[in-house]
């Protein structure tokens, strides 16, 4: 099964990005995707295959590529299951930069502000998080990111607290949601540079994460150095996730989900989880953005975030409750 | 094989000193036994001698080797340490908890290399873990545990072995287990040095004893140049009646030092 299961993810996310190119508000043939994808052209068709749906699919590919694979190298660093990349502070740190971006207007003035204070945002509360926590241990290190947390997220509701008109409250409102409604090729060379070298460093921390199955103590003597890879993990948090959510805003529970779906798969190796971990988000970030363009309920497009969202939390009551099973 | 040398070790914690001035040698194919009340800074002499705490002042030597010198990959892959409790945090299979006893020696990506497989049957067989080698290692009992983790630390074939507390929780049949599985591996030229607070097993099974107290050395040598009862006695602070027949010591321990 395992030696079939990285293939098989990717032949997944492939049907499902053929299929995202295909479906929406208007459905084309796969004679038109196909010569707008391959014969440039400029009617209708060509414009909403290669100016909206495909910049669309590769954020929302390389989000969920961010959101799987590190809530794996969390899960693995900090040997919890409940890891997850909101966890250290990142994500509300991204949102607090949005916020401020919203609140004093300055999205107003030029698109890709939201974008950019975003990804401020998450930088300087992952070098807080790193910062304080860096003498310490594992512990430090979750209690200062849930410490960040709750500070920005605190700021994010005094923001909406004392919103100056009813519409930067909604803006507000939907950011936070997470939505990858109107993204373009600006927001692809934005992200990209960011998500790409976070990836990488993950991806780095495997054979280490292997050994911190055993623990700190033991992986230090198997020659890991645990205080670098500590940082290789946030750092990579930080450049990944952090550029995901300042494009998309919140998209809650991938991070924890897709894990934990592929993990018995991989015969929770640590190490080995990471790869699928990694295909897992990006294919239910994938679907979940086909859904809330094809799902309408009550004339409103839902969003993203609300998605993944509704389908993560009984998952994670299910996470809870097996949890408790295994170890009572 | 080399002898591993603590040379003048200082360390200290909040200004409060751990180690005073260690100096001694544990020497190649012989299993030392570190024994002292708790708190004498036994786990921190392991630590320093497993090379993960350096010292305030002093050095340690593997054979003619500096510590320092030799580097972390390459230390890691002539020394093997297992803590006090040493446990798997994920129902990770026994054959690859074995196998992480290699990691520094694997490369950075990929599947196992083909030629490390001999060496993982060689210590499953060696620790009895053959019939439990797809068992989650969650599931193990404590004694199969010991096993286990004795079995990720042997197989890289370590020259220096390193087990804190080896027969903690564990029953007297699994104990002696333990006790005799690492003094094959003395017997096999390799140094192998435990902290242990079970005297019995440490006086029967032991080649070379090492006292400490209050991080200060109190004896080291031969267990029959070593061990006697005003040591013991001095050393934990009780009266010990130590008695000694064909079939080895027994250690009593009793009460208060008059």
Known sequence: ?328 | MSALTLDRVDVARGGRTILDAISLSFAAGRLTAVIGPNGAGKSTMLDVAAGLRTPDSGSVWLGEEDFAAIGRRALARRRAYLPQRAAVEWPISVERVVALGLTPTLPAFGPLPEEMLPAIDDALIACDLVALRDRAATSLSGGELARAMLARAIVGDPELLIVDEPTAGLDPRHALDAMRRLRDRAQSGRTVVVAIHDLDLALNHADDIVAICDGRLIAAGPRDAVVDEAMLGALYDVRVRLSRDAEGFSVRFMGDAA
């Open chain 1, 1 to 328: 099964m395992s030696r079939w299961l990285n293939p098989l993810l990717v032949a997944l996310l492939a049907a499902a990005a053929f299929i995202s190119l295909h479906a929406g508000t208007v459905w084309l043939s796969p004679a038109l995707v196909g010569s707008a994808l391959f014969a440039p052209q400029t009617d209708l068709p060509a414009l909403i295959v290669l100016e909206i749906r495909l910049p669309r699919l590769i954020l929302a590919i390389s989000i969920g590529a961010s959101l799987g694979l590190s809530g794996a190298v969390l899960q693995g660093l900090l040997r919890n299951p409940l890891a997850e990349p909101g966890l250290l502070g990142v994500t509300s740190g991204a949102s607090l930069g949005a916020v401020i971006a919203i609140y004093f207007g300055f999205a107003g003035a030029f698109s890709l502000a939201t974008p950019l204070f975003a990804l401020t945002g998450a930088f300087l509360t992952g070098m807080i998080a790193l910062l304080l926590a860096r003498s310490g241990g594992t512990l430090s290190l979750i209690l200062t990111g849930v410490a960040i947390g709750s500070i920005t997220s605190a700021l994010v509701m005094l923001a909406l607290n004392l919103a100056p008109n009813p519409y930067a409250a909604y803006e507000i409102m939907t950011w936070l949601m997470g939505s990858l409604t109107d993204r373009s090729w600006d927001h692809v060379a934005l992200a990209l540079p960011f998500i790409l070298p976070g990836l990488a460093l993950l991806l780095l921390t495997g054979r280490a994460l292997d050994a911190l199955a055993l623990g700190e103590v033991q992986a230090e003597s198997l020659g890991i150095r645990v205080s670098h890879i500590r940082l290789m993990a946030l750092s990579g948090t930080a450049f990944s996730v952090g550029a995901a959510t300042a494009i998309a805003g919140s998209v809650g529970f991938v991070g924890l989900m897709a894990p934990h779906v592929v993990r018995p798969l991989v015969g929770h190796e640590p190490g080995r989880v990471l790869l699928p971990a990694m295909l897992a988000g990006a294919l239910i970030v994938t679907l979940a953005d086909l859904a809330t363009r094809t799902l309408v309920l009550g004339g409103a497009p839902l969003n993203i975030g609300v998605f993944t969202s509704l389908i993560g939390t009984p998952f994670f009551l299910w996470l809870v409750l097996y949890i408790r099973r295994r170890t009572a």
